[in-house]
């Protein structure tokens, strides 16, 4: 079990938004401004897409955005395209002995 | 430009042991974290430990201590990740990614090794 609470799967069609949650604890996602998410496409390298809750690297699409309420961060597709079909996972900061966390990962297909 | 570039594929016995390497370059090797990432086969990331090459300063996922040992040798820029007696279950991909600090993000990554451990 991953420390992280991601859903397994999500899916929405072509030009549809959609949200992927990150249940954490107090002692990461909800105690820090260290959240960061990662898209993998099958077979290939994690590519970092947000960080910082809600930050984009240079190059990444703006029909990305990145929230946080409490424990729980957030990140919104809008725009929907058939090659944001891919594994999203969220990574935060925490202050225990483990000081980076991984969620257990969320399938993103787009119908 | 950044680029951490990994060793290549491993096939391996179980109880054989194992160094597998992370070339970085395009940056400042000394202020950086290089971490190492297991992904098996068909599962999602898992954080192992990660290492400060300017002092050594090392720090391990729980899950991962005593299992394997990470170190860097910054006279070559280079960051490692060894068992010393592999199991089946160690069959993986193993990334290497660099994090600015340990409250940061993983913002380069390695191409990944995959290591196989059959007998």
């Known amino acids: 079990q991953s420390a992280l609470t991601q859903p397994a799967s999500v899916s929405g069609s072509p030009g549809q938004s959609i949200t992927i949650s990150c249940t954490g604890t107090?002692?990461?996602?909800?105690?820090?401004?260290?959240v960061s998410w990662y898209q993998q496409h099958p077979g290939k390298v994690p590519k970092l897409i947000i960080y910082d809750v809600s930050h984009r690297p240079s190059g990444v699409s703006n029909r990305f955005s990145g929230s946080k309420s409490g424990n729980t961060a957030s990140l919104t597709i809008s725009g929907l395209q058939a090659e944001d079909e891919a594994d999203y996972y969220c990574?935060?900061?925490?202050?225990?002995?483990?000081?980076?966390?991984f969620g257990g990962g969320t399938k993103l297909t787009v119908l | 430009e950044v680029q951490l570039v990994q060793s290549g594929a491993e096939v391996k016995k179980p109880g054989e042991s194992l160094k597998i390497s992370c070339k970085a370059s395009g940056y400042t090797f000394i202020t950086y974290w290089i971490g190492w990432v297991r992904q098996m086969p068909g599962k999602g990331l898992e954080w192992m430990g990660i290492v400060y090459p300017d002092d050594s300063d090392t720090r391990y996922s729980p899950s991962f201590q005593g299992q394997v040992t990470i170190s860097a040798d910054k006279s070559i820029s280079t960051a490692y990740l060894q068992w010393s007696s592999l199991k089946v279950s160690d069959t993986a991909v193993y990334y290497c990614v660099r994090r600015g600090s340990l409250r940061g993000r993983f913002d380069y990554w390695g191409q990944g090794t995959l290591v196989t451990v059959s007998s």
């Open positions: 990574s935060s900061y925490s202050s225990t002995s483990t000081p980076v966390l």
């Open positions: 107090s002692s990461d996602v909800g105690g820090y401004n260290y």
